[in-house]
């Protein structure tokens, strides 16, 4: 059900509660607000940033996009579109390419698993062989409030908030049993894996290492601390040695 995944979350911005996708964004411009959703496979991410006197309304609409999300059919096909679109595009990008042959090489998931690697000939398959009444059944049945979690960050009224999200999401419950699953470790094996794209002028260099590491072991969050040190931003080790010091790559980082 990967495509079905990437669908609900790409459709929640598209169209929710009263508003159509532009009723939505215009009204989001209006709040000075800026608001995005992102996800697949297990988990989705909704992201905004708005002013205090704003954050009432702003809320609602995150009740909106995420509970009652439009599903309009002009906007599926739009999506359906554009995603196969990009994965088409993908097939002579450098980025993506490198990005499916590392997911492969690591890949330990059989067909089927939400977090198995896909070709581009299977995702696309995949993609447009998803209806929008598989996307409709998705979002009943795995979307829901109980194993959320909220994170707000700035000036807030603490109480006021809890007291709303509970009021706006608090019975919102998903269909189907959460049930975090079982990760499989990764092969140790080494390899190397060069792949051309003649009509590039950039190349990338992507490499990757196999952890036995959850996010509820005591070193997952010294790991993500050190990661940031090394290659999360700008002002990290290995962009300042690569790209300001030597000046031999346009960007460089680590996650």
């Known amino acids: 059900q990967s495509a079905a995944s990437d669908l609900v979350a790409d459709l929640l ?3 929710a509660g009263a508003y159509s996708r532009a009723d939505l964004a215009s009204l989001l411009e209006r709040l000075n607000t800026q608001m995005s959703v992102s996800g ?7 992201r905004f940033e708005t002013r205090r006197k704003h954050v009432t309304q702003v809320l609602e609409l995150v009740r909106d996009v995420l509970r009652a999300p439009r599903f309009a059919p002009d906007e599926f096909a739009r999506a359906v579109q554009e995603n196969a679109s990009a994965l088409e ?5 450098p980025n993506a390419m490198a990005r499916q042959a590392v997911a492969q090489a690591m890949d330990v998931y059989p067909k089927g698993d939400v977090r198995a690697a896909q070709s581009v000939d299977e995702a696309l398959a995949e993609l447009r062989a998803t209806t929008l009444d598989d996307v409709k059944r998705f979002h009943a049945n795995f979307y829901g ?3 959320a979690e909220l994170v707000v960050v700035g000036d807030f009224d603490a109480q006021a908030l809890q007291d709303q999200i509970a009021v706006l999401l608090g019975d919102w419950k998903s269909a189907a049993r959460y049930e975090r699953l079982p990760s499989l470790q990764r092969p140790d094996r080494a390899g190397k894996l060069l792949l051309q794209a003649p009509d590039k002028a950039n190349a990338i260099y992507l490499a990757a290492l196999p952890l036995t590491l959850r ?3 005591p070193d997952f969050v010294p790991l993500i601390l050190a990661d940031e040190v090394f290659g999360g931003g700008s002002k990290s080790r290995l962009s300042e040695r690569l790209r300001q010091q030597d000046g031999i790559s346009y960007g460089a980082g680590s996650s």
Do not use: F, N, P, T
Request: aromatic share 0%; glycine share 14%; hydrophobic share 30%.
């Open 13 to 15: 911005m598209r169209g």
């Open 145 to 147: 409030a109980d194993h």
């Open 89 to 93: 595009a993908g097939r002579k990008d």
């Open 215 to 217: 996010d509820d072991s």
């Open 40 to 46: 697949s496979g297990q988990q989705v991410v909704l």
